[in-house]
């Protein structure tokens, strides 16, 4: 059945487990990745927003009739073809199932650039608008509206991505950070003195 190829399905599909941050770079760049996008996401949620459908494949069938020669007036046999689809199977003999639509996909607009927008209050309510729409669009209306779609999203990304620049923003957060780290990094180790108490005196004479 299909429920049992699409659950057959989940269950192979390697789980990833996203890697637990070691320094504050790690956190810093894990906190710029959205979750909801990333390779992370739980295939279990991800397969609940997927329609499917039975697969078929399509065959070219070879039959014999029987006509009249209208020389001979005599029957004959003519062999003929005829294209034809029948389901897919797997190696078991049961029905394959496909993925027809996957509407979580939508999902994957959601990337790094929107969390390195430099905002303000109408910016942030004009690319909210065009996304909320773009996906809309593409989860509700058929694949004919896809090119609108496309359109709402480049919109949105144009001003998304200009944000960045504003100012020299998105630099000049980079350059903060890692000047920030660059010091943490080079700063020298607390020297102690017996049993780790106290500061040790650097003229030790």
């Known amino acids: 059945m299909m429920n049992n190829t699409r659950d057959t399905d989940a269950q192979l599909v390697k789980r990833k487990t996203q890697p637990k941050p070691t320094n504050e770079i790690d956190i810093q760049y894990m906190t710029t990745i959205p979750f909801i996008s990333g ?3 739980s295939d279990d949620l991800k397969f609940k927003f997927r329609d499917y459908e039975f697969a078929f ?4 069938e070879t039959y014999s009739v029987f ?5 001979t007036k005599k029957r004959k046999k003519v062999d003929k073809t005829r294209r034809i689809r029948r389901p897919l199977l797997d190696k078991d003999g049961n029905r ?20 390195l927008g430099n905002l303000n209050k109408d910016e942030r309510f004009y690319i ?21 779609a496309l359109l709402m999203l480049s919109r949105a990304v144009s001003e998304l991505e200009t944000s ?10 980079f350059n903060t950070f890692f000047q920030h780290s660059s010091v943490k990094e080079d700063r020298p180790p607390t020297r102690r003195g017996l049993f780790g108490l106290g500061k040790k005196k650097n003229n030790e004479g």
């Not at 494949?57 to 070219?60: A, G, H, K, T």
């Open 164 to 173: 960045a620049s504003k100012g020299g923003f998105l630099r000049r957060m």
């Open 128 to 148: 909210t608008y065009h996304i909320q729409l773009c996906v809309d669009t593409l989860t509700v209306m058929p694949e004919s509206f896809h090119k609108p």
């Open 57 to 60: 494949e399509d065959v070219v």
């Open 39 to 41: 390779e992370y996401m």
């Open 96 to 115: 394959i199932a496909r993925v027809k639509r996957d509407y979580y996909s939508a999902m994957e607009i959601f990337t790094q650039d929107m969390r």
């Open 67 to 71: 006509v009249v020669d209208k020389k």
